[in-house]
C-alpha cells in the first residue's frame, strides 16, 4: 500500500479541514476511518443528535426553524439507513461524520449548527453507553432465557441420581436438578454483574463537547433525561474519556462467558461415548465427513471455544486504555470493535446454551449407575460409622477407607460387600448400614440447606421460578 493521495479526494476532510491545505494520504484515510464498525452505532448517534438538537432549540442556542429542518432531516436520514439505502462512506472517517455529511446535502449548510457546542468526543462516548445499555439488557434478557430453560430440566431431573465430581473423579451422588442449578446461580450472579455495570454506565457524557465543556448556555440535564441517563457526568474530561464501563462490560462478559464454558465442557463429556449420560439430538450436534457414527456437540464446543474472544476482548480493551493520558485519544475509536465482538459472541453462545439446555436427554439409568460406581457413598458409610457407631470422624475416614480397598480387592461395590467383611474391619457395623450405601438414599439425605437432596433440589427450582416470574412482573 502507497501512502498516496487518490484521485477523486476531496482536497480536505469539510468537517474539520479548515486549516489543511491538502487532502489525507489514502492510508491515512484508511487508518483514520472507524464506519466500517461504528457505523453500527448509527441508531444511536441519531437519538443523540435528536437529544441535542431539541435542547438547543430550548435553550434559544438554535432557531426553531433550524432544529426543525434538522430533525425533519435527521428522520430521513433514519429512513435511509433502516431502508439500507444509505451510502456509508470511509471518507467521512466514521459514523458522526457520515451522518453530518448526510444531513448537509439533505438540508444545506444549516446542518453545520447542530454540532454547536459539542464534539464527537462527548458525541461518541455517548452513542457507545447507550448501545451498550440496550445490549447489556439482550444479554440480561438471554441470560433470563437460560436460567428458565435451566429450571425446568432441574424440576424435571430433581430426583435424578448422578455422580458428583471433584477432580473429575467420582465423589458423592448428586441430583442432576442440582447440578443444573448451580449454573442458575452462577447465571445469577452474572447478571448482577451486567446490572451493576449498567447502573455506572448510565450517566451522560454529553455537553462534556471537546473535553472543558462549553461557553453556550447548554443544559445537560434535559439531553441526559431525553436519552433515559440518570444524570450527566460530572466532570468533563472523565467524561469523554474513561471506557472504565466498558471495561467492566467486557470483564462481566467474560467471566459470564467462563462459566458458559464449563458447563459446554460438562456437555462434552458427558455426551461422549465413555460417559453417555446425555445426548444431544440432530438439532444440536453435526455429523463427521468420514466417520458416519459421529454425532458431534460442536455448539458446546464453540461455546467453549469463544472464551478465548471474550477474554481477547478484555485484554484489548485494558491495553488500548491503559496509559493513555486525559483527555480524549484516537486510541479510544478502538474501543468499539471488542465491545461489539464480545456482545456478539456472548449473545450467540447465551442462545446455543439455551437451545442446548432445552434440548439434551439424560439417560436417567445409566446415571444412577455411574452414580453406584467410584465407591460413590464412602462419606456416607464414614457418616455412618460416627452417627450409629460413635467413632470419630478421622477414625471413621480411616476405617472406611480400609473397608474401600477390602471392596476393590473383592471387586464389588460396597452396597455388594457381605456384612462379614465389613464387620471383620469394622465390628461395629450392622445391617444396617446397607441403607445409606444406596445412591439413591445417600442423596435423600443430604437435606442440609443447598444441599442435593431432591426435595431441597424442588424447593430450589421452585424458589427459581418464583423469582423469574416476579422479574418478569416487575419488567411489565
Ligand atoms: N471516531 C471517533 C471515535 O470513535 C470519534 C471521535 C473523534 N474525535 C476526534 N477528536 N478525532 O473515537
Same mark, same amino acid.
Given at each position: 500500500m502507497t501512502a498516496t493521495k487518490e484521485p477523486g479526494d476531496e482536497p480536505t476532510n469539510r468537517q474539520w479541514g479548515g486549516r489543511f491545505a491538502g487532502g489525507p494520504a489514502a492510508i491515512m484515510r484508511r487508518i483514520n476511518a472507524s464506519i466500517d464498525f461504528d457505523k453500527r452505532l448509527w441508531a444511536e448517534d441519531i437519538r443523540g443528535s435528536l437529544a441535542h438538537c431539541a435542547m438547543l432549540v430550548a435553550q434559544n442556542i438554535l432557531s426553531p426553524q433550524d432544529g426543525a429542518a434538522i430533525a425533519a432531516g435527521l428522520e430521513q436520514i433514519r429512513g435511509e439507513i433502516e431502508r439500507g439505502e444509505f451510502a456509508f462512506s470511509e471518507? #467521512?472517517?466514521?459514523i458522526h461524520m457520515n451522518i453530518e455529511a448526510r444531513l448537509a446535502e439533505l438540508?444545506?449548510?444549516?446542518?453545520?449548527?447542530? #454540532?454547536t457546542a459539542r464534539s464527537r468526543n462527548d458525541q461518541v462516548a455517548t452513542d457507545l453507553r447507550l448501545w451498550l445499555r440496550a445490549a447489556i439488557d439482550r444479554l440480561d434478557a438471554a441470560m433470563r432465557e437460560l436460567q428458565s430453560a435451566l429450571v425446568d430440566r432441574a424440576e424435571a431431573e430433581a430426583a435424578t441420581v448422578m455422580p458428583g465430581f471433584t477432580h473429575l473423579q467420582i465423589a458423592q451422588p448428586v441430583t442432576l436438578g442440582h447440578h443444573l442449578l448451580a449454573y442458575f446461580e452462577m447465571l445469577r450472579r452474572d447478571r448482577g454483574r451486567l446490572a451493576d455495570c449498567r447502573r455506572r454506565l448510565n450517566e451522560s457524557p454529553l455537553g462534556a463537547a471537546a473535553l472543558a465543556g462549553t461557553s453556550f448556555p447548554i443544559d445537560r440535564d434535559t439531553t441526559a433525561a431525553a436519552l433515559g441517563f440518570e444524570r450527566p457526568m460530572a466532570n468533563s474530561l472523565d467524561a469523554v474519556s474513561d471506557r472504565d464501563f466498558a471495561v467492566e462490560f467486557l470483564a462481566a462478559a467474560a467471566l459470564a462467558g467462563a462459566h458458559l464454558s464449563r458447563l459446554a465442557e460438562e456437555i462434552v463429556i458427558w455426551c461422549s461415548d465413555a460417559f453417555a449420560f446425555i445426548a444431544l439430538s440432530d438439532a444440536f450436534t453435526t455429523g463427521s465427513s468420514i466417520m458416519p457414527q459421529k454425532r458431534n456437540p460442536d455448539a458446546a464446543e464453540l461455546i467453549r471455544a469463544k472464551t478465548g474472544r471474550l477474554n481477547g476482548a478484555l485484554l484489548a480493551l485494558l491495553t488500548v486504555f491503559k496509559g493513555l493520558p486525559l483527555a480524549y485519544s484516537k486510541d479510544l475509536q478502538e474501543d468499539k470493535i471488542p465491545v461489539f465482538e464480545a456482545a456478539d459472541a456472548l449473545e450467540l453462545c447465551l442462545a446455543a446454551m439455551t437451545g442446548m439446555v432445552r434440548d439434551l436427554r439424560p439417560d436417567r439409568d445409566r446415571l444412577r449407575a455411574a452414580a453406584g460406581r467410584g465407591f460413590a457413598t464412602a462419606t456416607d458409610l464414614a457418616d455412618w460409622l460416627v452417627r450409629a457407631a460413635g467413632l470419630p470422624f478421622r477414625r471413621a475416614h480411616r476405617v472406611t477407607g480400609a473397608i474401600v480397598k477390602r471392596a476393590e480387592t473383592l471387586g464389588v461395590s460396597l452396597a455388594e460387600l457381605p456384612l462379614a467383611e465389613l464387620q471383620a474391619i469394622e465390628?461395629?457395623?450392622?445391617?444396617?448400614?446397607y441403607e445409606v450405601l444406596d445412591p439413591a438414599r445417600s442423596v435423600d439425605s443430604r437435606t442440609s440447606y443447598g444441599g442435593t437432596a431432591p426435595a431441597r433440589v424442588r424447593a430450589a427450582a421452585a424458589a427459581a421460578r418464583q423469582s423469574l416470574a416476579r422479574e418478569r412482573q416487575g419488567a411489565v
Open positions: 471518507a #467521512h472517517e466514521d438540508i444545506g449548510p444549516v446542518a453545520g449548527r447542530l #454540532h465390628p461395629a457395623a450392622t445391617a444396617a448400614v
